[in-house]
């Protein structure tokens, strides 16, 4: 293996997903915190009127918030040397424009920070994980609003200071180009990436799916400029703040092939990765909009003048020092519309005849990392790479001893991460690995406990039943040896 010998190897999770505690210790209302559970074939739900009968995952999770302690022993017992971990915005500032912070809200990730190194991991934190606080949605329609600039601002200027002796390495926006992808996800993208919502969503007394949510493209691409320029200003502040920080954004990059050699293929595909993944990248990495995406604008009838003069000059002084991305799948686009679709949400394409999916229709590609890898580092070739979501949701079986075989998870990981090693040996800056889920807690996309990622099992349910304890399953162990080898023990 070629890893260097200063890779960081651990896993990832975000706060609405496994914290829990949702209005503990001066907490205010997230989006998360409105939204019901789905499965794959339905949407998740969302739900304004907080409903007392109705069953909110994220309001519990997996309860990391009085589980921490234990959590990150076991994360530390893998060998890990980095943790990637969200701060709950609507846990510093409840209603995002409080005038000060909660003290309770930053003396819990104070007690994180310091039992992360306590074991020698070092925390990489996402300020904004699909967490805006709801009092931003509804007041301001969330970041269509060039207040919310100033109020994302003034919260990440207050985790700055509070941890910038306890925290090296951060995020700005998670999935920053959710709102980009298509198939019908807008709602998705808009609500958890932009807290972007029409009056009469915000103010319904019914469930909504999701993919209901009404979308108005050019308050989303207002919204998304503005969540930019929100980064740029973040990672200009962090690095007046501590001038060591590393400040990186983080694209969910779902990369996607022609289906066929026709031409036409070609070009929506990529025309498709431009959009999708590109887009997002190139602002926040090179500090401008690319110039397919004034061509895009154009054709889809978006007025740009928000994007201004003095806006142009903060993307360009406010560009990131590393990037990060999400890995979990790829897809195929095509412009034959009688082409079969691949299922599951995410997964916005044609299928691959070539690969097998997951029980959620996600396709399995351990080569398209490496693919992926190198395409990025073509694009930003002086920009550190770090993989920061990669993971496989499944059901587990749990035996009548208690132990879990989930050999089908190893082998995700081992093909995963020999793609990895190919890429750096292709000269890819590669310097970290971060898989999701490492613990079991609430998928994003269909709030479900079912959809298994971790290497440690929680006994919590779709139900709401399970008492919260946590055992070891068999990729435990083998995901023990990784870290520990530095990749050279794959089993």
């Given at each position: 293996?070629?890893?260097?010998?200063?890779?960081l190897?651990?896993?990832?999770?975000?706060?609405n997903?496994?914290?829990?505690?949702?209005?503990?210790?001066?907490?205010?209302?997230?989006?998360?915190?409105?939204?019901?559970?789905?499965?794959?074939?339905?949407?998740?739900?969302?739900?304004?009127?907080?409903?007392?009968?109705?069953?909110?995952?994220?309001?519990?999770?997996?309860?990391?918030?009085?589980?921490?302690?234990?959590?990150?022993?076991?994360?530390?017992?893998?060998?890990?040397?980095?943790?990637?971990?969200?701060?709950?915005?609507?846990?510093?500032?409840?209603?995002?424009?409080?005038?000060?912070?909660?003290?309770?809200?930053?003396?819990?990730?104070?007690?994180v920070?310091?039992?992360?190194?306590?074991?020698?991991?070092?925390?990489?934190?996402?300020?904004?994980h699909?967490?805006?606080?709801?009092?931003?949605?509804?007041?301001?329609?969330?970041?269509?609003?060039?207040?919310?600039?100033?109020?994302?601002?003034?919260?990440?200027?207050?985790?700055?200071?509070?941890?910038?002796?306890?925290?090296?390495?951060?995020?700005?926006?998670?999935?920053?180009?959710i709102?980009?992808?298509?198939?019908?996800?807008?709602?998705?993208?808009?609500?958890?990436?932009?807290?972007?919502?029409?009056?009469?969503?915000?103010?319904?007394?019914?469930?909504?799916?999701?993919?209901?949510?009404?979308?108005?493209?050019?308050?989303r691409?207002?919204?998304?400029?503005?969540?930019?320029?929100?980064?740029?200003?973040?990672?200009?502040?962090?690095h007046?703040?501590?001038?060591?920080?590393?400040?990186?954004?983080?694209?969910?990059?779902?990369?996607?092939?022609?289906?066929?050699?026709?031409?036409?293929?070609?070009?929506?595909?990529?025309?498709?990765?431009?959009?999708?993944?590109?887009?997002?990248?190139?602002?926040?990495?090179?500090?401008?909009?690319?110039?397919?995406?004034?061509?895009?604008?154009?054709?889809?009838?978006?007025?740009?003048?928000?994007?201004?003069?003095?806006?142009?000059?903060?993307?360009?002084?406010?560009?990131?020092?590393?990037?990060?991305?999400?890995?979990?799948?790829?897809?195929?686009?095509?412009?034959?519309?009688?082409?079969?679709?691949?299922?599951?949400?995410?997964?916005?394409?044609?299928?691959n005849?070539?690969?097998?999916?997951?029980?959620?229709?996600?396709?399995?590609?351990?080569?398209?990392?490496?693919?992926?890898?190198?395409?990025?580092?073509?694009?930003?070739?002086?920009?550190?790479?770090?993989?920061?979501?990669?993971?496989?949701?499944?059901?587990?079986?749990?035996?009548?001893?208690?132990?879990?075989?989930?050999?089908?998870?190893?082998?995700?990981?081992?093909?995963?991460?020999?793609?990895?090693?190919?890429?750096?040996?292709?000269?890819?800056?590669l310097?970290?690995?971060t898989?999701?889920?490492?613990?079991?807690?609430?998928?994003?996309?269909?709030?479900?406990?079912?959809?298994?990622?971790?290497?440690?099992?929680?006994?919590?349910?779709?139900?709401?039943?399970?008492?919260?304890?946590?055992?070891?399953?068999?990729?435990?162990?083998?995901?023990?040896?990784?870290?520990?080898?530095?990749?050279?023990?794959?089993?």
């Amino acid at each position: 293996m070629t890893f260097p010998k200063d890779f960081l190897w651990g896993g990832a999770t975000a706060a609405n997903q496994c914290e829990g505690a949702y209005l503990e210790d001066g907490k205010g209302l997230s989006v998360p915190d409105m939204l019901l559970g789905g499965d794959v074939d339905t949407p998740r739900t969302f739900l304004p009127k907080t409903d007392p009968n109705a069953f909110y995952p994220s309001h519990e999770a997996i309860d990391f918030y009085h589980h921490y302690k234990e959590d990150i022993a076991m994360f530390a017992e893998m060998g890990w040397g980095v943790f990637r971990l969200s701060i709950n915005w609507g846990r510093i500032f409840p209603n995002g424009d409080d005038a000060e912070p909660n003290e309770a809200g930053l003396a819990f990730y104070d007690k994180v920070f310091d039992e992360c190194h306590k074991h020698g991991i070092e925390p990489l934190v996402t300020l904004c994980h699909y967490e805006i606080p709801w009092n931003i949605v509804t007041q301001y329609h969330g970041f269509y609003s060039r207040q919310t600039i100033d109020l994302f601002t003034k919260y990440a200027r207050t985790c700055f200071e509070r941890y910038k002796d306890k925290v090296k390495y951060w995020l700005t926006f998670n999935e920053i180009n959710i709102p980009l992808m298509g198939g019908g996800h807008s709602g998705l993208g808009n609500l958890y990436g932009l807290g972007l919502m029409q009056d009469e969503d915000i103010n319904s007394e019914t469930p909504i799916p999701l993919s209901d949510l009404k979308d108005n493209p050019q308050m989303r691409f207002e919204a998304l400029h503005n969540q930019f320029v929100a980064s740029a200003l973040a990672v200009q502040a962090g690095h007046e703040i501590n001038p060591d920080f590393k400040i990186g954004n983080m694209i969910a990059h779902i990369t996607t092939y022609p289906l066929t050699p026709n031409p036409k293929d070609i070009l929506e595909n990529q025309r498709n990765m431009h959009i999708s993944n590109d887009l997002c990248g190139d602002v926040q990495v090179r500090g401008a909009y690319p110039d397919f995406a004034f061509r895009y604008f154009k054709e889809n009838q978006i007025d740009v003048s928000y994007i201004t003069e003095a806006d142009k000059e903060i993307l360009k002084e406010g560009t990131v020092d590393f990037y990060t991305f999400s890995y979990y799948m790829t897809n195929c686009i095509t412009v034959d519309e009688s082409a079969e679709k691949i299922g599951g949400n995410m997964s916005m394409g044609a299928k691959n005849p070539y690969l097998k999916a997951s029980d959620w229709g996600w396709q399995i590609d351990p080569d398209g990392l490496r693919y992926t890898l190198n395409l990025l580092h073509d694009r930003y070739p002086d920009t550190p790479l770090m993989v920061v979501e990669n993971g496989f949701g499944a059901f587990d079986q749990v035996e009548a001893d208690g132990s879990i075989h989930d050999d089908y998870r190893i082998a995700y990981f081992k093909e995963h991460i020999k793609a990895m090693d190919e890429a750096v040996e292709d000269g890819v800056p590669l310097i970290g690995y971060t898989t999701w889920g490492p613990i079991d807690l609430v998928s994003a996309g269909t709030g479900q406990y079912a959809k298994r990622y971790g290497f440690i099992y929680v006994d919590r349910h779709d139900d709401g039943t399970g008492d919260f304890s946590r055992s070891r399953k068999d990729s435990f162990y083998w995901y023990q040896k990784v870290c520990q080898s530095n990749g050279a023990d794959l089993g």
